[in-house]
């Protein structure tokens, strides 16, 4: 009984290693090629043999950003801030949150000041090289005027003042004697 039980089992695996040699036989009369008879498929060009692309410049990390100093921070702040005084409108996000209202309820007051220098014509920094605030002497057509901004950690003007400029010794009248 062992026999006939082990008979199927030959058959099945003989055909399970005859059925792929099967497969691969071609009947008379065909080829096998991939392309279809009397044409050719058509040819991929090998990029291994095409012409050699131009070597590529090497990349240079771009220069570090130059950092922007406290001075130049507080010096475009101010071009910001007399520029709102002079339109009448401060705005209160340049400002900490104890200055900003405080110079907004004096702006009755302020704006008509700066307004009256006439035209912003030049800032120069005069005394920017402490921790404290930035000294900034401030030419309007009809002005020259002083201004000290300090600014916090943050980059917010926690302190703004200004006053007419002092005569500079230069600029003064020569003293003469009788």
């Known amino acids: 009984m062992t026999r006939f039980r082990t008979l199927p089992l030959i058959a099945a695996l003989s055909v399970l290693a005859i059925g ?3 497969a691969q ?3 008379p009369g065909q080829t096998r090629a991939l392309a279809p008879s009397g044409g050719a498929a058509g040819t991929l060009p090998n990029t291994f043999d095409g012409p050699v692309a131009p070597p590529v410049a090497p990349v240079r990390p771009a220069a570090p950003a130059r950092q922007v100093t406290d001075a130049e921070m507080a010096e475009a702040a101010l071009r910001a801030i007399i520029g ?22 004096q702006m009755t007051t302020f704006g008509p000041l700066v307004q009256s220098f006439g035209a912003l ?6 005394d920017t090289a402490g921790d404290g605030p ?3 002497r401030v030419t309007f057509d009809k002005a020259v005027t002083q201004w000290l901004v300090g600014l916090e950690e ?11 400029a002092p005569e500079t010794p230069a600029a003064a009248a020569p003293v003469t004697q009788p």
Not at 121 to 126: G, H, K, L, Q, Y
């Open 20 to 22: 792929p040699a099967l």
């Open 25 to 27: 036989s071609v009947p």
């Open 84 to 105: 709102q005084m002079q339109s009448g409108a401060l705005d209160p996000d340049l400002f900490t949150p104890d200055l900003g209202p405080r110079l907004q309820g």
């Open 121 to 126: 014509r030049s800032i120069e920094a005069e």
């Open 134 to 136: 930035g000294q900034y």
């Open 154 to 164: 943050g980059g917010l003007v926690a302190a703004l003042l200004f006053r007419p």
